[in-house]
């Protein structure tokens, strides 16, 4: 059981450029979700997904697009990179809303 | 508006002293709770978690403690060890038509001395 995991664990980008952070779990859990996290501050909810095909907005969305085409794997996106999006992405799934989430090791992204 | 605060950012303890880490969020609704520990360049990892219908869980060595009446949430660490150094975040689960909404604390940094 690998968990959940995320690649690329580090990534530079130049502003306007787009790319995808990758996230799959091999725990067949049906919730997922992203997740930002900035100096000094808690984790702050980007979007989840209560199962394939199903997503939605969290705390903060803007400049990020989801999708859950299967259950293992959330990829999220970033369409045109600001330097306001540079953070460490963490992924989770849990087996249903209310549950324990478990956490992927996290993406540092930097955007300049 | 939905918040979880923490009452200290940083907390120094001796070694094999017993910690408190206390939160307070501002959710009435809020039906579950739950304690992370994140060490430098980790995710968050599960410690303990606490439904509202609960006002005390015990793990290994940690204890939870929930006070509805003032929306309050405390960790406990019994015995601390150098492996318990790290920052832990609170997190309340905000019921959002059916789904998991986490709003999470800021977090305290908890260091221990030797």
């Known amino acids: 059981n690998a968990g959940v995991t995320q690649t690329p664990k580090f990534q530079v980008l130049k502003t306007g450029q787009s790319m995808t952070l990758q996230c799959a779990q091999d725990?067949?859990?049906?919730?997922m979700s992203w997740y930002r996290q900035d100096p000094g501050m808690g984790l702050r909810l980007i979007h989840y997904s209560v199962g394939a095909g199903i997503t939605d907005q969290g705390e903060v969305p803007n400049g990020y697009n989801v999708s859950r085409s299967t259950t293992e794997d959330f990829p999220l996106r970033l369409l045109s990179a600001a330097p306001s999006q540079t953070s460490v992405y963490f992924c989770?799934?849990?087996?249903?809303?209310?549950?324990?989430?478990?956490f992927g090791p996290g993406t540092r992204l930097t955007v300049t | 508006g939905e918040s979880v605060g923490l009452h200290l950012p940083t907390l120094s303890v001796q070694e094999g002293d017993n910690s408190i880490i206390n939160c307070a969020y501002s959710?009435?609704?809020?039906?579950?709770f739950i304690w992370y520990k994140q060490e430098s360049g980790k995710g968050p990892q599960f410690i303990i978690d606490i439904r509202s219908n609960m006002d005390k869980r015990q793990g290994q060595r940690v204890t939870v403690l929930l006070n509805k009446t003032v929306k309050h949430l405390s960790l406990q660490i019994a015995a601390t060890q150098p492996g318990d150094s790290a920052v832990y975040f609170c997190?309340?689960?905000?019921?959002?038509?059916?789904?998991?909404?986490?709003?999470f604390g800021q977090g305290t940094r908890l260091t221990i001395n030797p």
């Open positions: 989770a799934s849990s087996y249903a809303p209310g549950y324990e989430q478990y």
């Open positions: 997190a309340e689960n905000v019921p959002v038509q059916g789904a998991q909404k986490l709003v």
């Open positions: 959710n009435s609704a809020s039906d579950y």
């Open positions: 725990m067949n859990h049906e919730y």
